[in-house]
């Protein structure tokens, strides 16, 4: 059952990002949410367990779901799976490791391990045990006896959770801040705090970027346009305006981004053109089966890589669900 500070937090959470249909969340407005409630993975894996456990089973796809549904089925599921992975991984970690002879783990130890499972901003090893984590001193100070590795992922997940909704937090108080409007926010993802600080560093008081200060900024994101093409769509994406306020600097830096990644993958049309000349006009049935697990692959890999929540996420989470249909009927 939830206590009654989870359950708001819950709520707020399934209202922020119920846009689709009232008191309802479709599609990605779910992963959305689970994100947001603090459920969100580190890693490739983690980030793609969490994308398949937030799939509604197919009565849902079409209708939605409640609060109820996703407070109590999703929410759930969600947290398990993620527990789930860190404590196999915990375990891995852990499991060479020398007990002290009072049959303690070594503190330094169990603090790598969690850094290694969990790589968040956690403070330095102190001397003192007032110096570590408050979630995590009560289980560093553990007799051995009754230390548990579950356990302590649990506590973890908590640790977890408390730090990724601060930064759902942070995120939520500059698009207030900005007036930033749904589908701008969405598109800016984990970068809007990033993108925050160096539009205030470089706007200061006049509250917006010449175009020229926008287009020295791009080096400093990693918007490095490369083709000639991309050069020419990002120049004349500049020019649309003189000056950016912070919302249209953000469009602006989506648009280009997208323009850069959206692009041919010229490897992939070349292992296809190569293998179907090798049978001619048609591609045999293997051959095929072969080209949609590698295109199963690079799409899974530009997934992982995706920001949570985007445009660029959505369209290629439905092309990887119907290259895998495609892949599951032809087998």
């Known amino acids: 059952a939830l206590n009654v500070e989870e359950r708001e937090m819950l709520q707020q959470v399934f209202e922020l990002n119920s846009h689709t249909k009232e008191d309802l969340l479709l599609g990605l407005e779910i992963q959305r949410a689970v994100v947001e409630a603090g459920l969100a993975g580190h890693d490739a894996q983690e980030r793609r367990q969490v994308a398949w456990a937030c799939r509604p089973p197919a009565a849902w796809q079409d209708e939605g779901i409640s609060f109820e549904e996703f407070a109590g089925k999703v929410i759930p599921t969600c ?13 891995k970690v852990l499991a060479s490791v020398p007990r002290e002879w009072t049959g303690r783990l070594p503190r330094s130890r169990l603090y790598e391990a969690a850094r290694r499972v969990l790589p968040l901003d956690f403070p330095e ?38 730090w990724y909704r601060s930064q759902a937090q942070q995120r ?94 010229r490897q992939l049309h070349s292992t296809f053109m190569r293998m179907a000349s090798e049978n001619a006009k048609s591609v045999h049935a293997a051959t095929r089966r072969a080209m949609r697990r590698i295109k199963l692959s690079t799409l899974a890999k530009c ?9 660029q996420q959505e369209n290629l989470m439905k092309e990887l669900t119907e290259e895998a249909d495609l892949q599951e009927n032809e087998e």
């Open 125 to 162: 090893i102190g001397d003192e045990v007032e110096d570590q984590p408050p979630a995590l001193t009560e289980l560093v100070t553990t007799d051995g006896e009754s230390f548990s590795i579950s356990v302590f992922a649990s506590e973890l997940q908590k640790f977890s959770e408390d």
């Open 79 to 91: 947290r398990q799976t993620l527990i789930q992975l860190r404590q196999e991984k915990m375990q």
């Open 303 to 311: 997934l992982d890589d995706s920001e949570n929540g985007t445009e």
């Open 172 to 265: 939520r108080e500059i698009q207030q801040l900005w007036s930033l409007d749904q589908e701008t926010f969405v598109a800016s993802g984990a970068d809007l705090p990033h993108l925050d600080m160096i539009f205030r560093r470089v706007a200061g008081f006049k509250g917006f970027l010449a175009r020229d200060e926008a287009e020295v900024l791009f080096d400093e994101l990693g918007v490095v346009p490369q083709s000639l093409m991309q050069k020419r769509k990002t120049l004349g994406f500049l020019n649309e305006q003189s000056k950016y306020d912070f919302p249209s600097f953000v469009k602006l830096v989506d648009k280009i981004r997208w323009l850069i990644v959206s692009q041919e993958d």
